[in-house]
């Protein structure tokens, strides 16, 4: 099963295949099961999370934790990082809609809390990810490195966007410092990127995309990786 594909394959595959169960992940909160999604002689495996299966949280709108992990990829895209695997939202899945996301191989048992020196160094556009999209739950587990390639993913991003700050991470390692041009460079073209704007829309509320861009202007205003706050909670639990 080739998860390798070119883009367009890939898009094409996990926005118009069809879908079969093949297991359920039992840990977490949220029903998340394996697919496989057959289209035109190829075959993909992907990870699908309908709305239905999300648990209520006081904080976050109900069923919007799929949206939320489209908006993620589309966001990773804009700021050419590729750092989310493809991500789609499906009206036609087993149990309803809910996102698609191309499944990548990666050793589980692998991540942040024992990452290698070497890989802890390529966190930096990490952080300031999670501080643009305002994620409430950047876990160790949440980030990833692909075997065969030994590219570096980030999932897991349905706690995201929210309009107040709810940033939750393990990964402070670079708080304090100064956060390098060429990383903030892509977000000061966020709020003239017409396509992302519209795109979003379908995605996050008209007070997320305004919150959104907020943060970008802030954090190219400040040129620093914030500290952790010291008012609330700033790592999620668990943190694995």
Known sequence: MNQN??????????????????????LGSNYTFLVNVYYEGQELQAVYKPSKGEQPLWDFPDNTLAHREVAAYLVSEALGWGFVPFTTLRED?????????????????????????????????????????????????????EEETGKLWLIDHGLCFHEHDKLRTVIWDYAGELIPDELLEPLTHLSVTQSLLADLQAYLNPREVSAL????????????????????????????
């Open 5 to 26: 594909l070119p883009a367009d394959s890939l898009k094409n595959i996990l926005q118009c295949g069809e879908l079969e169960l093949k297991g359920q992940f039992m």
């Open 93 to 145: 899945g087993p149990y309803g809609p809910g996102s698609i996301q191309q499944y990548i191989e990666y050793d589980p048992n692998y991540h942040y809390f024992n990452f290698t020196e070497e890989d802890k160094a390529r966190l930096e556009p990490v952080m300031l990810f999670d501080l643009l999209c305002n994620n409430a739950d950047r876990k160790g587990s949440h980030v990833i490195v």
């Open 213 to 240: 861009l907020a943060r970008a202007k802030s954090l190219v205003s400040s040129g620093v990786f914030p500290l952790p706050p010291e008012h609330r909670r700033a790592f999620p639990y668990p943190p694995l």
